[in-house]
């Protein structure tokens, strides 16, 4: 007696046919597996300063902290309260010598809020005027209304 492998025609088919859909799945099936690593979550910070305490608040090292800082994204320089006292000249002084080099050391650091200049002074220094608002910060917002 002779026995002969017989395989119907349907189950041979759906074999291979099961090979060919499943082969591109593997890939995929794989790829879920890699973890990705999650963004870190990024802050801005507001370091807020006045004519009185400007110094002692944007210190370089304090700026450059953050500035080191991974999780910060943006650094702001607020001033607040009355810079009324500053003539032209001060303004110029204030730029060169205090402000610019703040924002010197990092591309995240960046100007907000208004400065309330002396009325007319700002316009005696347009340079600087310029200077002040292309760095994010406004001069006499209060009497642009």
């Known amino acids: 007696m002779k026995f002969h492998k017989i395989v119907p025609y349907k189950i041979r088919r759906a074999i291979s046919m099961a090979a060919i ?3 591109p799945i593997l890939p995929i099936a794989a790829s879920c597996n890699e973890i990705e690593p999650e963004p870190t979550p990024t802050r801005d910070v507001e370091i807020k300063f006045s004519s009185i305490n400007a110094d002692k608040v944007l210190t370089m090292e304090t700026l450059q902290s953050y500035a080191n800082d991974e999780t910060v994204r943006t650094i702001y320089m607020v001033p607040i309260e009355h810079w009324n006292s500053s003539m ?31 009325l007319g002074e700002a316009s005696k220094v347009p340079d600087d005027s310029l200077w002040f608002v292309k760095n994010g910060w406004t001069i006499n917002k209060k009497y642009q209304r």
Not at 92 to 114: A, C, E, V, Y
């Open 88 to 118: 032209a000249g001060n303004i110029t002084f204030m730029r060169k010598n205090f402000l610019q080099p703040r924002l010197n050391i990092s591309p995240k650091i960046h100007g907000r809020g208004d400065f309330d200049f002396v």
């Open 21 to 23: 859909i499943g082969a």
